[in-house]
Nanobody, 122 residues
Framework: QVQLVESGGGLVQAGGSLRLSCAAS????????MAWFRQAPGKERESVGV????????YLEVSVKGRFTISRDNAKSTGYLQMNNLKPEDTAIYYC???????????????WGEGTLVTVSS
């Protein structure tokens, strides 16, 4: 069992930055790849990106590539999503999740966090 808790969400103006954290407890965080997802009001959940177990490989969706960065610190059992140049369309609840494969498919995730709200004002 892995418990995931996201933090760092909030209200920011367009063009601003936020860093989300995903703190893991329970089974070894380093055993898993970690992904980020988001769900905007009235929309389907979508993937943001994924980082492999070691942090050596990352994938980001086109919509956030060049603005967002995924990283992790296995010694702290924590993953991060650095979000720069935020846009109003980035407004969503952001979720972290872990899985046994390097994947952005929700069905491949084993454990999920509760989410943290990011609101970007124009």
């Amino acid at each position: 069992q892995v418990q995931l808790v996201e933090s760092g969400g909030g209200l920011v103006q367009a063009g601003g930055s936020l860093r989300l954290s995903c703190a893991a407890s329970g089974r070894s965080f380093s055993n898993y790849a970690m992904a980020w997802f988001r769900q905007a009001p009235g929309k389907e959940r979508e993937s943001v990106g994924v980082i492999n177990w070691s942090g050596g490989s990352t994938y980001l969706e086109v919509s956030v590539k060049g603005r967002f960065t995924i990283s992790r610190d296995n010694a702290k059992s924590t993953g991060y999503l650095q979000m720069n140049n935020l846009k109003p369309e980035d407004t969503a609840i952001y979720y972290c999740a872990v899985g046994e494969t390097y994947s952005v498919r929700p069905g491949d995730m084993v454990y999920w966090g509760e989410g943290t709200l990011v609101t970007v004002s124009s």
